[in-house]
């Protein structure tokens, strides 16, 4: 049986979207749902749900992190925890 993600990484595959999904996958694991919003068409959901279509975005169960500054200060405070 498949665990349900607590973490959604939306990525579009520059070099800060490699990046953050090393960086989520070595810290949550399992996790974490990695998105490729690529030619998708999910571009405009993001937009309209988060208020920016830039990558990466990480959505958390208490906030949302865009940029991977925002997304390596997120996971340093969860693996100091």
């Not at 979207?17 to 993001?46: F, P, Y």
Request: proline share 2%; charged share 25%; no cysteine.
């Amino acid at each position: 049986m498949r665990s349900v993600a607590r973490y959604a990484l939306f990525v579009d595959g520059g070099e800060e979207d490699v990046e953050a999904i090393r960086l989520v996958e070595r810290v949550l694991g399992g996790e974490v749902l990695i998105v490729d919003v690529g030619g998708s068409g999910l571009r405009g959901w993001m937009l309209w749900e988060y208020g920016t279509d830039r990558t990466p975005l990480l959505a958390a169960p208490h906030g949302v992190y865009y940029g991977l500054g925002a997304i390596r200060r997120l996971l340093a405070s969860l693996k100091s925890r």
